[in-house]
């Protein structure tokens, strides 16, 4: 929930949109690499954005997270 208000923004600019969001995180707690499957703007939109976010470093080294993300207009 921490980042919902930018996958927001992205949903507001690019309407109902479905996509799954790759992320490795770094053993920093930094994003490595963001990718997207599916609608490409919204997804280029949620990629940039979660380039930027921070998660809490931890001692088991890298991180893969696969989040499914859903916006439909209201």
Same mark, same amino acid.
């Given at each position: 929930a921490?980042?919902?208000r930018e996958v927001? @923004?992205? @949903?507001d600019?690019?309407?109902a949109h479905e996509l799954v969001l790759h992320? #490795? #995180?770094a053993p920093t707690g930094a994003v490595q690499t963001a990718t997207a499957e599916g609608d490409a703007a919204f997804?280029?939109?949620v990629v940039s954005a979660a380039r930027s976010w921070a998660f809490p470093a931890t001692s088991g080294g890298y991180s893969m997270i696969? #989040?499914?993300i859903t916006f439909t207009e209201r």
């Open positions: 921490i980042h919902l927001s @923004a992205c @949903a600019t690019h309407g992320l #490795v #995180v997804g280029d939109c696969e #989040v499914p």
